[in-house]
Every structure is written in C-alpha cells, then in structure tokens.
C-alpha cells in the first residue's frame, strides 16, 4: 500500500527544476528531441564525458491513450531512435522503450488500454526515474536535502512532489528492475550523462547523480 508523507523544508531546500542531458554531438541532440516532441522538457549541453551501458535512468512520458503512444514511439524512430521495447498492452496500460541516438532511454506509456480520442501530442506527465541500490536509503538523503515524498512502496519505489517550477518528476527505483522493465542489461559505468538542477549548492546522491545549481544551457527546443 502507498504512503504519503509531508516533510518539513531544510532551509537548503532542492528541488528539481531542469533535468540537462550531457551529449557528444550538441546540434544532432537538438534536432532529434524538437522532432521527438519533449525538447521542452529536457536541456542539453556538450559534453564526451565516458560513459557505457546502462546509464542508470529513464525518462517516461505518461500520455492519454494507445494512439498517442503510438505517435510518439513513431515520431522518435522517424527521428533516429531505436525501439529497445515495441509499444504494447500489458496489465496496467499500454506502452513502448525508445532510445534516442546519444543513448538516453524513454519509456512512452498511458493507463489507457483503449483510445477514447484521436491522437493529440500532449503530455500528461514527465518522470526521472533514476535507478538506485537502496531505494530507501537514497528517498531519505531526499528527504534530508528538501524534498517532499509524495508516494512510497517500502523499498520498491519512491516518489517526490514537483516543485513549482519544474516541468519532471523525480522518483527512485531499484536500479536492477528497472533495467529489467527497460528490457536493457543492468550493467554500466562511467558518467550517467545526465545533471540535474535545483540546488543551491552542488551535491551527488548516493548514487553517482549529479546536483548543480539551474543554469541556463541551450535548451532541446528552440
């Protein structure tokens, strides 16, 4: 069963307000995510820091329907992506795993089994869900550095809530399942290729994620 909990800010508060990518080629990046459709969502910045296999997170799109899904897996591939999951029905909605050129990993998913309307282009949702040993661990370091659990599954899954001004969710999952839901090997090293921003002063969690202060890097979308 979920639980909710309401903590009290620290007077450092984080939270998460831009999600950058790092990525080897600025230009191919930019092109890509406005013809994928989330350029809003994410920034991007240049960056050949060393990095293999699994990078440790994923960025999913929650939509309305079946047909939406559709749309984006397609708008993706068309864009040069590579489908690591066929969008498909499962037992909690219908979805798919893209991955884009310089290597991040999107999950495109709806509850909907069924369209209820044409395909629009809308997103209802955007979460970070980044891949961690101890789930339970890393939500209290969190908790510690400001942010507010807004769901919990014991040691299985957590959630934050959205800050005011940031457009992606944050939660934690473990990082093996996670692969495994991604359909990718859990193995990998070197830079996540991923910072993120809402800090007032620079930190890592306990699992290798970056924190810097928001700066304003060219974003996906021009």
């Not at 007077?11 to 013809?35: H, I, K, M």
């Not at 939509?63 to 066929?86: E, H, M, N, R, Y």
């Not at 310089?102 to 282009?121: M, N």
């Amino acid at each position: 069963m979920a639980t909710t909990t309401h903590t009290p800010a620290p007077t450092s508060r984080a939270s998460l307000a831009s999600v950058t990518l790092e990525v080897a080629d600025l230009e191919a990046a930019r092109r890509f995510y406005g013809a994928f459709g989330v350029g809003a969502y994410v920034r991007l910045r240049a960056c050949d820091a060393h990095s293999t296999g699994f990078r440790g997170f994923t960025l999913g799109l929650t939509v309305s329907g079946p047909a939406t899904v559709d749309g984006f897996v397609a708008a993706a591939v068309d864009a040069g992506a590579t489908v690591l999951k066929p969008a498909t029905k499962s037992l909690w909605g219908y979805g798919g795993v893209v991955q884009a050129p310089e290597g991040t990993i999107w999950k495109i998913a709806t509850s909907a089994k069924k369209d209820t309307g044409p395909a629009t282009r809308e997103i209802d949702e955007v979460v970070l869900l980044i891949g961690v040993e101890d789930v339970k661990a890393t939500r209290q370091f969190y908790v510690g550095r400001g942010l507010t659990v807004a769901k919990s599954f014991g040691g299985k899954y957590a959630e934050f809530t959205a800050g005011e001004s940031g457009r992606v969710k944050l939660a934690l999952y473990k990082r093996r399942a996670l692969a495994k839901d991604l359909g990718v090997p859990a193995d990998g090293s070197g830079s996540h290729r991923i910072v993120l921003g809402g800090t007032p002063d620079a930190f890592t969690d306990p699992d290798g994620f970056a924190w810097e202060a928001p700066e304003p890097p060219a974003p996906a979308q021009s």
